[in-house]
């Protein structure tokens, strides 16, 4: 299995920008399909990004296309978050996942069998 820790979530305004790292560790990081979500409180987890294992496949939610951009490092077993131009309902709590099905990306999250413990992204208008 792989464990997962997100981190560099904060408080930004609005238009600018963060970059989110999750660092994996424990079985192969390349071996997983990796996603990230986000929740606000009483409302069920949002696909955000998902990629493939090697990067070169990805695909982003329609909330935050052009504006967020995904992106692994499977020598440094990190995924990443760039969010840029951020906005107001962008504050959440943002999570990555693991997959380790064989597909080439993953948007549900019931089909992630692994979670990071999530960072606090918010969002000052």
């Known amino acids: 299995q792989v464990q997962l820790v997100e981190s560099g979530g904060g408080l930004v305004q609005a238009g600018g920008s963060l970059r989110l790292s999750c660092a994996a560790s424990g079985r192969t990081f390349s071996s997983y399909v990796m996603g990230w979500f986000r929740q606000v409180p009483e409302k069920e987890r949002e696909f955000v990004g998902t990629?493939?294992?090697?990067?070169?496949?990805?695909d982003y939610a329609d909330s935050v296309k052009g504006r967020f951009t995904i992106s692994r490092d499977n020598a440094k077993n990190t995924l990443y978050l760039q969010m840029n131009d951020l906005k107001p309902e962008d504050t959440a709590v943002y999570y990555c996942?693991?997959?380790?099905?064989?597909?080439?990306?993953?948007?549900?999250?019931?089909?992630?069998?692994?979670w990071g413990q999530g960072t606090q992204v918010t969002v000052s208008s």
């Open positions: 990629i493939s294992r090697n990067g070169d496949r990805t």
């Open positions: 996942a693991a997959s380790g099905l064989f597909r080439t990306i993953v948007v549900s999250a019931r089909l992630y069998g692994y």
